[in-house]
């Protein structure tokens, strides 16, 4: 029996295990915390790129990017986490409160929250994939969500669902450290390009 390199059975089993070892970098690159926004634009753009007609090679390639994307997917970072930090620490605060004015309050700062959370995974693939300033990136970061309402849904019900389906299965969450975050963002990954591709003049 001789087993064919080039096959669809090893290379679908050689891309899994590429994706699994990516995963795995992520998590170790997000460990620090405050490389979160390096870690995860240095993921979205080698998936991005491997979502192109699976160019590039997103293992090897995810180092160089970290790098090359550090110092404006830290600020980028810094810019919109706090805030989101802020406010989901103002939910906390006003829910607990039992009135209409703290419920109400806790139902804003929950969905500015979010907004913002979504506004940070667009800024990441916008410093991924574009060289451009700082100020410009976090401007189309913040608009990209309301202009592009239909493929923002599909960008943050990815990770949503990782996250219900790890908690309703807790089992589940040995698949989402193993490959969940790699996969998932190969799947944002056509998102984020679809919608890089309707606003590039």
Same mark, same amino acid.
């Given at each position: 029996?001789?087993? !064919? ?46 979502? !192109? ?7 090897? !390639? ?17 810019? =919109? ?23 109400? +309050?806790?139902?804003? +700062?929950?969905? +500015? ?9 667009? +800024? ?17 970061? =913040? =608009? ?58």
């Amino acid at each position: 029996m001789q087993i !064919d390199p080039n096959g669809k059975t090893v290379q679908g089993l050689t891309t899994f295990l590429a994706f699994v070892a990516l995963n795995v970098v992520y998590l170790v690159t997000c460990l620090p915390i405050v490389t979160i926004g390096a870690a995860t634009s240095a993921l979205y753009e080698v998936t991005i790129r491997y979502a !192109d007609d699976e160019s590039g090679r997103p293992l090897k !390639d995810y180092f160089p990017a970290f790098g090359r994307n550090f110092r404006r997917a830290s600020l980028a970072s810094l810019v =919109l986490l706090v805030p989101v930090i802020l406010m989901a620490y103002s939910v906390v605060f006003w829910w607990a409160n039992p009135s209409v004015l703290g419920g109400i +309050a806790a139902v804003v +700062a929950a969905l +500015a929250a979010v907004y913002l959370f979504i506004a940070w995974m667009y +800024a990441m693939a916008l410093v991924a994939w574009f060289d451009a300033a700082l100020k410009q990136t976090l401007k189309n970061a =913040l =608009l990209l969500p309301g202009a592009e309402s239909a493929r923002t849904f599909g960008i943050i019900l990815i990770p949503l669902a990782l996250v219900v389906i790890t908690l309703l299965f807790p089992p589940f969450g040995f698949i989402v450290l193993t490959v969940g975050f790699s996969v998932g963002a190969y799947a944002t990954a056509f998102l984020f390009r679809s919608v890089f591709a309707r606003h590039v003049a």
